[in-house]
Structure formats: structure tokens, C-alpha cells
Nanobody, 116 residues
Framework: QVQVVESGGGLVQPGGSLRLSCAASRVIFPIATVGWYRQAPGKQREPVATLTSDGNTNYADSVKGRFTISRDNAKKTHYLQMNRLNPEDTAVYFC??????????WGQGTQVTVSS
């Protein structure tokens, strides 16, 4: 069983930054796609950003220019750098790792709260 662990969430003031991290407990197959999603209270989970193994990225319109998805192959860790945060970014953020065998795993989520 693969466990996916997110970290880096917390409370930040509007305009601030956070960097979320995501790592798998073990990597049997190469990771094909990494996705960051978020779910605000009372709302459905929505995609935030994705990164494919060949480097293609995709962002939700609401975060373009503020968020950056990346990976560190040496550390086998994936990141979501979030800048210029605003209260609408408050949500639980989830990492989804899809391996090349077609199986994907979700993390438990990390809370991001943007408030003054």
C-alpha cells in the first residue's frame, strides 16, 4: 500500500505565501501525473494544478500566476508554491499521485487558512 502525505499547510495572512509538499511512502512505478486539489467548506473538491511526467503543467484560472507546481526528483517530493494568497484560497488541499501503472493515491489533505 502506498501512502501519500501532504504537509506545509497552516494559517497565513492575506498576501502571504505557503509551500505545500507531497511525497509517497514508496514509489514502485514512476509517477505519471501529480495533481493538487482543494476542497473548501460546503464546496466540491476542485483541481488546482497538475504536473505530468514530461513537465506539462495546468492551473485553475483562479490560481494562475500565483501558484506553481513543481517536483524534486532527487527528493521524490512534489510541491505547490502558493503566493499572494487570499481568503478564497482557504481549503483543505489534497495531493493525488498517479503512477504509470494507472493506479492513483490520494493524501489525507492539509489545511490552508488565509485570514487576518
Amino acid at each position: 500500500q502506498v501512502q501519500v502525505v501532504e504537509s506545509g499547510g497552516g494559517l497565513v495572512q492575506p498576501g502571504g505565501s505557503l509551500r505545500l509538499s507531497c511525497a509517497a511512502s514508496r514509489v514502485i512505478f514512476p509517477i505519471a501525473t501529480v495533481g493538487w486539489y482543494r476542497q473548501a467548506p460546503g464546496k466540491q473538491r476542485e483541481p488546482v494544478a497538475t504536473l505530468t511526467s514530461d513537465g506539462n503543467t495546468n492551473y485553475a484560472d483562479s490560481v494562475k500566476g500565483r501558484f506553481t507546481i513543481s517536483r524534486d526528483n532527487a527528493k521524490k517530493t512534489h510541491y505547490l508554491q502558493m503566493n499572494r494568497l487570499n481568503p478564497e484560497d482557504t481549503a483543505v488541499y489534497f495531493c493525488d499521485l498517479e503512477f504509470r501503472n494507472g493506479v492513483n493515491y490520494w493524501g489525507q489533505g492539509t489545511q490552508v487558512t488565509v485570514s487576518s
